[in-house]
């Protein structure tokens, strides 16, 4: 399947995960797609996935409805509910306690597993491993506790740890820039009393058509998190455009209010654009 940011679940009541962990962490049993039977030893295709979850109550994963309540030989009794486009289904149940049609909100308690949870999701109709899912819905939750607690969001946390610019050395130094001059430097962007270089802006344009073109956005589900779907393979890209929108954010500095970094020496203070 292929992400786009339209796939982001939108919630007016939150986010929940279907269970909250007991006394130890919950194990995956059994992945989503091609698995081995363990005792025919014969491959076979699963359309979900199962936790070792026994008798667990499951709550709603936001806002949705009941769309389904059934029992069949592979399902044994299960539970359908539609969260916008996309469809969660509970199976192994050992009780159901939110009706067919019932409107439901995320943390509500839907149902209660068997010996087992079995997890299957769609979107649109088309299967979607529930992993991917769950990572989604993980990272609306974290978006909103931070955005609740004040904080900016540290979108695709792990990758932001590995990425490294030329600039580092100057890092604390270009950070109290910003909190002096970013504003303005905002601001006269958008009067057009700074414009953008022509070969910055070049340079943007073919980095990113680059990174579209080897498929970096949207590699992973995106969610209020990570909205462009980033993964690992974007560090490189994320790097140069860092160094790229420092470079501007110092090219500025220069021309418009003669503020150069202390370790620049006075050949670089002369021109200013030959940073970029």
Known sequence: MKYSQEMILKSPSGYCMPFEERDREVVMSLGYGKQTNP???LEFFHHGVDFAAPHYLLSAVASGTV???GTDSVHGTYQVIRYGDYEVT?????????GYGEPVRAGQTVSVSGDLLHMETKYKGEELDPIEFLTMIYGNIRSLERRNAGMESDDISAIAAGLHTRYDRDAEE?????????????TDLGSGTYTLPQRTEGALRNILTMASSRKYFFEAMPSMEN????GRRSVPLAAKVQNLLIADFLNYLALIHGTYLSTWDEGVKK???DRL
């Open 174 to 186: 270009i950070e109290e820039l910003m909190l002096r001059f970013f504003p303005a430097y905002l």
């Open 90 to 98: 509970y199976g192994h149940l050992s009780n159901i306690l939110a």
């Open 67 to 69: 769309s389904g309540i």
């Open 39 to 41: 005792q025919t030893g």
């Open 271 to 273: 021109k200013p654009t």
């Open 227 to 230: 909205p462009m779907g980033l």
